[in-house]
């Protein structure tokens, strides 16, 4: 018997490929109003928040834009704005 080569070509990660690139809404961290208590980063489902060069931001080439960092944030430091295209 005979198998065929199936469709996985090679091993991969999400880390390969920018998932954010259909995103409507972008979450601009407002530096004046972070606390830096990691809640955004917690629920971030991508993980495309987080501390970088001391202080919190978004990796846009991961973000799809839900909104939950800004929905939990209980500083409000992180705002919404629409996507530029």
Do not use: H
Request: with cysteine.
């Amino acid at each position: 018997m005979k198998i065929s080569i199936g469709a996985v070509v090679g091993g991969g990660s999400s880390l390969d490929y920018q998932t954010g690139t259909w995103r409507d809404r972008r979450p601009v961290v407002k530096q004046e109003n972070c606390k830096a208590c990691g809640i955004c980063e917690e629920v971030c489902p991508d993980g495309a928040v987080g501390p970088r060069d001391g202080i919190f931001q978004v990796d846009y080439f991961f973000c799809k834009g839900c909104g939950l960092c800004a929905r939990e944030c209980p500083a409000q430091a992180i705002e919404l704005l629409p996507e530029e295209k």
